[in-house]
């Protein structure tokens, strides 16, 4: 049972440069999640998706899109990186809306130059 | 607009110490407030969390109050350790909005032996 896990764990990018991130649970949850992290700024949701073949716009959704293959994976896609891109992003899964935990992955550190 | 507060931004205690970080919300439609504890390198981890139903939840060593008058809540570390050194985040979510969860900055704790 690997719970969240995100490929790759580190990436850099050219600007202008496209990249999906991967993201992958095996506890069955229906919600999945990607944040970004960045200093000071605590964890910022891009996108969720409640369930499969649904997504949603969170907070800072410009310049991303995602794809919620199957109810194990969920992908998040810079079609054209940006510089102010750079961050740590985070993927995480959630049971039904009963117990409200999250379960986070390892994060992927982009850099876009 | 930032609606979960965070402080202070980083904390030094000595071993044994209590650890106090606070958080102020705005939005009183949140009712589910955890808190999250980060290692470097790795994704948040949920460590205890509130519904708004009840002033005190107290779970080991960690304590969260909760003030809804105030719309305010805090975690007590006791006896902190240096183990529990890590980044601490605060978060509020709405049971009906998909449980999409808006973070506080961070705080950076430090337990010196």
């Known amino acids: 049972n690997a719970g969240v896990t995100q490929t790759p764990k580190f990436q850099v990018l050219k600007t202008g440069q496209s990249m999906t991130l991967q993201c992958a649970q095996d506890m069955n949850h229906n919600s999945m999640y990607w944040y970004r992290q960045d200093p000071g700024m605590g964890l910022r949701l891009i996108y969720y998706?409640?369930?499969?073949?649904?997504?949603d716009k969170g907070e800072v959704p410009n310049g991303y899109n995602v794809s919620r293959l199957n109810k194990r994976e969920f992908s998040l896609r810079l079609e054209s990186a940006a510089p102010s891109q750079t961050s740590v992003y985070f993927c995480?899964?959630?049971?039904?809306?009963?117990?409200?935990?999250?379960?986070f992955g390892p994060g992927t550190r982009l850099l876009v130059l | 607009q930032q609606q979960v507060k965070q402080s202070p931004q980083s904390l030094i205690v000595q071993k044994g110490g209590i650890s106090i970080i606070n958080c102020a919300y705005e939005n009183t439609a949140f009712d589910y407030f955890p808190w999250y504890q980060q290692f470097p390198g790795k994704g948040p981890a949920l460590l205890i969390a509130?519904?708004?139903?009840?002033s005190e939840k107290k779970e080991g060593r960690f304590t969260i109050s909760f003030n809804k008058s105030a719309k305010q809540f805090s975690l007590h570390i006791m006896d902190s350790q240096p183990g529990d050194s890590a980044t601490y985040f605060c978060?509020?979510?709405?049971?009906?909005?998909?449980?999409?969860?808006?973070f506080g900055g961070g705080t950076r704790l430090m337990v010196k032996p």
């Open positions: 509130i519904r708004p139903d009840v």
């Open positions: 998706s409640a369930s499969e073949g649904t997504t």
């Open positions: 995480a899964s959630s049971t039904d809306r009963g117990s409200g935990a999250q379960y």
């Open positions: 978060a509020a979510s709405m049971w009906n909005a998909g449980n999409m969860l808006t």
